[in-house]
């Protein structure tokens, strides 16, 4: 009973340990989404080099590129305020996904106010291109 007991706790603690180790990774990731790409700051994203791809209630799916230590896994849910769950990503592919992050978020900033004018009525628009004359 006892060889049984001390097998049993052996193996409790080796699979504790896979778990802490083992991290799945994810081959064909392509895209962030949309929706995700704003949930971390660009400045964290790229100096940490992690992305969310994807969420659920209470948790955030996170692929970064190494290992990351408890701490940093503890800061970012006190960021988030949601569990983390982490996935491997190739190097090179993380590089292509903070890139196309970084695309989006520019096109964003530079085409946000064109859009939201074309959104206003005529007589305003018209308005606010009298006004940019004038200051120019």
């Given at each position: 009973m006892?060889?049984?007991?001390?097998?049993?706790?052996?193996?409790?603690?080796?699979?504790?340990?896979?778990?802490?180790?083992?991290?799945?990774?994810?081959?064909?990731?392509?895209?962030v989404?949309?929706?995700?790409?704003r949930v971390?700051?660009?400045?964290?994203?790229?100096?940490?080099?992690?992305?969310?791809?994807?969420?659920?209630?209470?948790?955030?799916?996170?692929?970064?590129?190494?290992?990351?230590?408890?701490?940093?896994?503890?800061?970012l849910r006190h960021l988030t305020g949601t569990a983390i769950f982490p996935v491997l990503v190739e190097p090179e592919r993380m590089r292509l996904l903070i890139?196309?992050?970084?695309?989006?978020?520019r096109f964003r900033q530079r085409y946000s106010r064109a859009y939201y004018v074309l959104q206003l009525p005529f007589q305003m628009r018209q308005l606010l291109c009298l006004q940019e004359r004038k200051r120019a």
């Open positions: 006892l060889k049984v007991s001390s097998l049993l706790s052996l193996s409790e603690s080796r699979f504790q340990q896979v778990c802490e180790v083992f991290m799945p990774q994810l081959y064909d990731v392509r895209r989404p949309v929706r995700y790409q971390l700051p660009l400045s964290f994203i790229k100096n940490h080099q992690c992305v969310v791809l994807g969420a659920t209630a209470h948790i955030l799916t996170v692929g970064v590129v190494e290992h990351k230590d408890e701490r940093w896994l503890h800061s890139a196309r992050v970084e695309r989006y978020q």
